[in-house]
């Protein structure tokens, strides 16, 4: 399958000023983007995932470091002993969506046309999918000793694919 490439590239194909600055974030061993996104954007082929699944810090198991899960209404053992449902927060996970920590490396290609992002919706820009400042701890690549400038040539690179 040949991908046919994002109209935020120049109009002969060729990456932007920006866009390159990009990759060599995304390619910088440093950061780690290219370890589970593997892929050359002169390649129309590559499909910027290496097809196996990681923790990278999305799941919301109600532990240490992840986001817990709101809406008791699913803990059928509060509502027994008469916890009002909506009342607090309980780590109690929702079937089928956080029993796991690992989620499959998705394809960055034609990420310009889609969002939101992550299995559950929940980084709703690009940048959000790589600012690692909050909660995540540089488990989504290692992004948090970049500059705001490096951040968005990030950006513009993905937007590239
Ligand atoms: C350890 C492997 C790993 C590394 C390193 C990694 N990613 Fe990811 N990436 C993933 C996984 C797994 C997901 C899916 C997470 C989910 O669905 O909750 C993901 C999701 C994404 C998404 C959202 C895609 C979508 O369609 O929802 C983007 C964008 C992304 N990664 C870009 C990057 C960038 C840029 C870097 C480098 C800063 C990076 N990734 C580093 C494994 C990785």
């Known amino acids: 399958m040949e991908f046919a490439g994002s109209p935020f590239r120049n109009e002969d ?8 600055r990009g990759w060599k974030v995304f390619s910088d061993p440093k950061v780690g983007c290219i370890e589970c996104h593997p892929g ?3 390649n129309p082929s590559a499909l910027f995932s290496d097809a196996q ?3 990278v810090g999305t799941g919301r198991v109600g532990q240490d470091g992840f986001r817990t899960t709101p809406g008791a209404v ?13 009342g607090e927060e309980y780590d109690v996970p929702i079937i089928g969506l956080d029993l796991v920590k690992e989620f499959d490396t998705p394809t960055l290609r034609d990420i310009y046309a889609s969002g939101t992002y992550f299995h559950d919706g929940s980084a709703e820009t690009l940048m959000a999918t790589i600012d690692n400042t909050a909660t995540t701890k540089d488990m989504h690549g290692i992004t948090s ?4 400038q ?5 950006v513009e690179f993905m937007k590239a694919l």
């Open 74 to 86: 699913f803990n059928t053992a509060a509502l027994e002993k008469g916890v009002d449902p909506y």
């Open 40 to 42: 050359d954007p002169k």
């Open 13 to 20: 194909g060729s990456l932007t000023e920006a866009q390159k």
């Open 150 to 154: 490096e951040l968005q040539d990030l």
């Open 145 to 148: 000793h970049l500059s705001n």
């Open 53 to 55: 699944t990681h923790d």
